[in-house]
């Protein structure tokens, strides 16, 4: 590096950046647009013996981060990269430029209402790794336990967040990290004699509960879009019995519900992102061709741009992009990607039942907030809806905000319902399964109302927005 930049990494290292990790700052991506606020990225050891480490980035809240709570997005999957989904897709303060070679700001970023962590987890996701190849075989329990070694080892390089608010959030397969990772904090905090998790508010959008009501819900969503027929629809509600429905037991699905799945499937067809059923489709060869050429993707939808994965993983597969990051340290033998093909993920831990888990959380005091993009067809709201409402039938919770519309500048940004005080179910009009891309300024409303304990405005008077 230059004498000047040198110079520069030295003195920041004798002043330890106000108490956070020097080596972790982020003096600036490459293309990056200029802010005023902090970003920090590298590496947690969470099991220093096997060699297993994660990885992390850091932005600090845009405006007085001094007095903002620090909130933890994940991302699902299993096996899906919190850096690249959260971060730079939804609501971290850039995403990719349509050249896939700098960044552009995000209006909506979260991190106008609390400094972000975004943790790629667990190893074998994204830049985080493992030098123990059995590692690479994991579930649910092994995620939890790692994040909250991670947490551990982050709080010692950021000690100031310590006694900050903290809010879990994340959404898809989060819908079972965050719920049991709150279990695993909450447990820490009970037997331990010292630090103790400062743990606010669970928030988890589209979120994997059970699967023997969010499977049936899919086939609900595809008749009630009308992208299947009746005869499809009621085939499929006569012939399969989803209350024996699991990952790991194809055996109880018939025949003749298989057939009609398949069926339903055929319909639907590939042209349709399942993820936002209102939302157009990109076509990888065009986007390849056009980041070869260095030229602007191709922007098919107005307003959103659908070809943001592809520049997403050219951006974070540039060699200076890494290095800015301090990411990628041992030189992994793969490119960066989305979702790993490294790990080999439990095939039985899906149909693990969530709600109980919620339920300890929410018996600790802690709100839980569940939405649901309305235009999300792999985990729909009509299986989230119903499942929040047995949760809250289980503790005995009565209706404190009946369901009704909430407002976002004078327009519906969706309808929400609260019980007992601790349990939220909300609704993002025009969202779909990743709630922040597809409606960021309704979202970043959504997230403002619960970090602030507040319920989302009923009236079209402005309110948090």
Known sequence: MGCWVFGIFLGLVALGVDGYPAEDL????PGQPKVDFRQFAGYVNVDEKKGRSLFYYFAEADEHPEKKPLTLWLNGGPGCSSVGGGAFTELGPFFPRGDGRGLRKNKSSWNKASSLLFVESPAGVGWSYS???SDYYCGDASTAKDMHAFLLGWYKK???FKTRDLFLTGESYAGHYIPQLAVVLLNHNKHSTGFKF?????????????LNRDIPSIYEFFWSHGMISDEIGLSIMNQCDFDD???????NVTNECNNAIREANRVV???INNYDVILDVCYPSIVQQELRLRKFATKISVGVDVCI???????????EVQHALHANRTGLPYRWSMCSDVINYSGTDGNIDILPLLKTIIQNGIPVWV??????????????RTLIRELAHDLKFKVTVPYSTWFYKGQVGGWATEYGNLLTFATVRGAAHMVPYAQPERALLLFKSFVSGKRLPNTTHPSLD
């Open 26 to 29: 982020v003096l600036g991506l």
């Open 131 to 133: 030098n123990t190849t």
């Open 158 to 160: 950021f000690p100031e």
């Open 198 to 210: 400062n743990i606010k508010g669970v928030a988890i959008g589209n979120p994997l509960l059970k």
């Open 245 to 251: 429905y699991a990952f790991s037991s194809p055996h």
């Open 269 to 271: 067809g590939d042209y």
């Open 309 to 319: 994965t592809y520049e997403r993983r050219f951006y974070f597969n540039l060699p």
């Open 371 to 384: 939405f649901s993009g309305d235009q999300d067809s792999v985990v729909p709201l009509m299986g989230s």
